[in-house]
Structures are given as C-alpha cells and as structure tokens.
C-alpha cells in the first residue's frame, strides 16, 4: 500500500506548519483577554508558567518522535508505551479532541469574514457561506499535497508574526501609557493578592494557546530525516512561540498601564478586546481594519495547518484498522489521504453549521476549543506516562531524568491548567452555557472508546495486536 510522501518537508517547513497551527495572533488576540480577567497584570507570569509547561510536555513528546517518527502521534506513541488497549483510547480521545480544530475555526472565521464584508464594506453575507467557502479552499489546498501547504502557512505565519511584532514594538518604543514595567511577571500583580486560583485558571487560557505544538509529531512520516528534525521542530516552536507571547503580555500591560488594569477588567467583561483599543491608540482609528484581516490571515493558517494535522491522525488510525479503511488510504498520484480529508471537512462542516445556526458561531469556538482543551491535556499527560513505561520497557536507553522525573514534572505542572479547564465548564452565576456540557462529552466519549476496545479485543484481536507496529 502507498503511503505518505517521504522528505516533502524541510526542518524549516515542519517549524512553521507546526507554529501556524498554533495562531500566535489568534491566540494573542482572543486569550490576551482570558488573562487579564482572571490574573490581572500577573497574567504574563501565568503565561510564562504555561510556556516553562509546554517547553517539558514538548521535551517528553521529543523523545517519542526520536524513535517513532509517525503520522500517529499520541496513538502510536502510547500503543508502544501502554499497550494496545490504553494506547488506543489515548488515540481515541486524541481523535475526538482534534475533531473541534476545525468546527472552531471554520465558526470563527466565517464570523470574522461576514463582520468584516458588513463593516467595511457593506456587504451583508451569513458567516455560514464564509464558512463553506472557506472550507472547500482549505480541502482544495489540503488535497494538492502537504508541500503546498507548508508554503502557504509559511506565508501567513510570517504576515501576521510581522504585524503583530511590529505593534508590540511600536507600544515599547513609545513607552506605552505609563512607562516600561515589568508587573505582569509578578505574580503578586492580580486583581486580589496572592489569588492563584486565577494564575492558575489563566494558565489553562494560556496552555490552549500553545495547543497544536504537538502537531509536528504527526508530520514524522513526511519531513526530512525525522528522528532529528521533527524533536527540533517541537522545542523550537514552543520557545520561539512561547517568547512571541510573553512578549505580547509584556507589550499589553506597558500599553494600557498597570494601574488601569479593573478600567482593563470592566471593558472585557463588558464584551471588548483589550487590544482593540490599544491598537487605536497606538495606530490610529484605521487600525481595527489591520486587527480584522491579521485575525482572519492567522485563523485560516491555524485552520490548514490543524486540518492537515487531523487527517494524519485519522490516516493513522485508518491504515491499521481501527479506523475505517477508506481513512488510511492514500492518492496515487500526490500520496495525498483524500479520502480522510473529504472525510473529516463534511464532518466539521456540518457540525460548525448545525451548531453555529444553532447557537452562535463563536458560542461553538468557545465550546469546540473547551473539548479540545480539556482532551489535549489529558492525551498530554497519558503521553507522559507511556513515556517512562516505553523507555523502560523497549530500549536500553532509559535515563532516569529524561524518561521519569521529566514526564512527572511535566504531569505536576498540567494540573492548574486541567483545573481550570474544568472550572471553565461550571455554570456561571446560575447561568448554563454549552460548556456544562463538555465533561460529559469527554466522559462519554471515553467510555464509548472503552466499549470498541472491549470489542475489538474480542472480534478483531488482529487488529489490536498490529496497533503501533507499522515501524518497527
């Protein structure tokens, strides 16, 4: 059977599908707000402790790819290191974490564009039909080959790395509103003293701003010498990314001041951006246009690079049967998983409609980026345990730091995120929102992965068997 084509991507390449899929900008712009809310000034000191986080989940994910370079990721990596039955519902909940990527962008997006054509230019067209649009675009770059759109993400990664750094420069060259401070490294610095409950809950909003790191792993079986470059890939982009953001919380603070901070608090809560006025400030009235097409250009990027990502995942699962077998075949011509992407966009944009008309289209980015929130950081911290049980088990390279007390550090330092991500989920003040119902979708989600594991141990024992094997 044909497979994935080998060395379509560079070193370089891998760094900057895996970074767009993150959407520095995006995740600047939306969770920037999450932060101030719950940490006050002291939330550039949650997002450092969420990069210092990430840097040890990407290191424990490091290890794997030096010696599973596969388009399976978190599937085959706990398979080797848990067995069979638990390295399947890892994949499991990785599969139907991943699946919100792209109901949540495709919803956002489709809701920036039509705000966009109705502000500016007075054009009044449903966000569903930008939705659809864009939908088709992403399967049409998706099915050209994973090299055309590594080019495209370069573009649109460097777009909005550059607007975004040269605002950030712009408030420090200017001195921002009340001189260079360093108060939102301080954890002293939240809105009531010493409240970690809110270091900790932006620390979850800042955790999701890294989400999609992982997904250089799923790139292992189409990017140039793998067992090298694939690791770097991972701790490049964390810390190159991580920076972009500790940047951009420094940036915030200076700009509107950190004795303005609950002035900060009272607008969010009453539905602004913190950045919104910033960037007129700084840049002018104009500058709500640039904020409007940055977004849209990052949220597209993160959308083909999350797409491409998914279908892998599904390709995986596909070609070893515990996926339909359709998912794990390639095109002859582009060695392409077509089938998989056709897949997986009708499945995505039927839920973003359904929802979204529903609803609202960013009341289902909210609850699609809750559900893979709290199922990254699970698949995080399974992740973290195989590693010390696949070291142990297959090789004679165990190394008590990098294979046990790393992936536990990195275990510890996940739970004010998983925390808060669960608080997220409660009702609000005797209000219930779609996201009381996140929990339960995981749980039920898992339990029904339970029950294809019992069957396929039972019916299938083939198939289980084979689980994680395709490179030995």
């Known amino acids: 059977m044909a497979g994935l084509k080998k060395n379509a991507i560079s070193l370089f390449g891998a760094i900057a599908t895996t970074c767009a899929f993150m959407g520095p900008a995006t995740s600047v712009y939306f969770n920037t707000g999450m932060g101030v809310e719950n940490a006050g000034n002291a939330f550039?000191?949650?997002?450092l402790l969420a990069t210092v986080a990430t840097f040890f989940v990407a290191y424990?994910?490091?290890?794997?790819?030096?010696?599973?370079?596969?388009?399976?990721?978190?599937?085959t990596f706990a398979v080797r290191g848990l067995g069979p039955k638990s390295g399947f519902v890892t994949g499991w909940l990785l599969v139907g974490g991943y699946a919100m990527i792209s109901p949540m962008l495709l919803s956002a997006i489709g809701y920036f564009a039509s705000q966009f054509f109705s502000?500016?230019?007075?054009?009044?067209?449903?966000?569903?039909?930008?939705?659809?649009?864009?939908?088709?675009?992403?399967l049409?770059?998706?099915?050209?080959?994973?090299?055309?759109?590594?080019r495209v993400a370069i573009v649109m990664l460097l777009i909005e790395i550059t607007v975004m750094g040269a605002f950030f420069v712009t408030i420090l060259v200017r001195g921002g509103a009340e001189g260079i401070s360093f108060a939102t490294f301080n954890p002293a610095n939240t809105l009531?003293?010493?409240?970690?409950?809110?270091?900790?809950t932006a620390v979850m909003w800042a955790i999701l701003m890294f989400v999609g790191f992982e997904s250089a792993a799923t790139l292992g079986e189409e990017t140039k010498d793998p067992k090298r470059n694939i690791p770097k890939a991972l701790l490049y982009c964390v810390t190159a990314v991580g920076l972009f953001y500790l940047i951009?919380?420094?940036s915030a603070v200076i700009g509107y001041g950190p004795s303005h901070v609950r002035e900060v608090v009272a607008r969010i809560a009453a539905g602004e951006n913190p950045w919104d006025p910033l960037f007129r400030t700084y840049w002018g009235k104009g500058a709500s246009v640039i904020v409007v097409l940055v977004i849209l250009n990052s949220i597209f990027a993160n959308l083909l690079s999350g797409f491409?990502?998914?279908?892998?995942?599904?390709?995986?699962?596909?070609?070893?049967?515990?996926?339909?077998?359709?998912?794990?075949?390639v095109s002859e011509r582009r060695q392409v998983p077509v089938k998989a992407a056709v897949f997986y966009m009708c499945l995505s944009l039927a839920l973003t409609l359904v929802l979204?008309?529903?609803?609202?289209?960013?009341?289902?980015?909210?609850?699609?980026?809750?559900?893979?929130?709290?199922?990254?950081?699970?698949?995080?911290?399974?992740?973290n345990i195989s590693l010390f049980f696949f070291y142990r088990r297959h090789t004679s390279e165990f190394h008590i730091v990098k294979h046990a007390i790393v992936p536990l550090i990195a275990t510890l330092l996940l739970y004010l995120p998983l925390k808060g991500v669960i608080q997220s989920t409660l009702p609000a003040n005797g209000v219930v929102s779609p996201m009381v119902s996140v929990p339960i979708l995981i749980a039920a989600w898992l339990i029904i992965g339970v029950l294809y594991t019992f069957y396929l141990s039972k019916f299938r024992k083939e198939v289980l068997e084979g689980m994680g094997k395709v490179f030995e």
């Open 308 to 329: 491409n990502s998914v279908v892998r995942i599904l390709y995986a699962m596909g070609r070893e049967g515990v996926l339909p077998k359709f998912l794990g075949e």
């Open 356 to 383: 979204g008309y529903a609803w609202d289209p960013m009341a289902v980015y909210g609850w699609s980026g809750t559900i893979l929130g709290l199922a990254i950081i699970i698949v995080y911290v399974l992740i």
């Open 192 to 200: 009531t003293p010493n409240n970690w409950n809110g270091i900790g």
């Open 44 to 47: 550039g000191f949650a997002f």
């Open 140 to 150: 049409y770059l998706s099915s050209r080959g994973i090299a055309q759109s590594v």
């Open 60 to 75: 424990v994910i490091a290890q794997f790819a030096r010696k599973l370079p596969t388009s399976g990721f978190a599937y």
């Open 119 to 138: 502000a500016y230019l007075n054009i009044h067209i449903s966000w569903g039909i930008f939705s659809v649009i864009v939908g088709a675009v992403i």
């Open 248 to 250: 951009g919380a420094f």
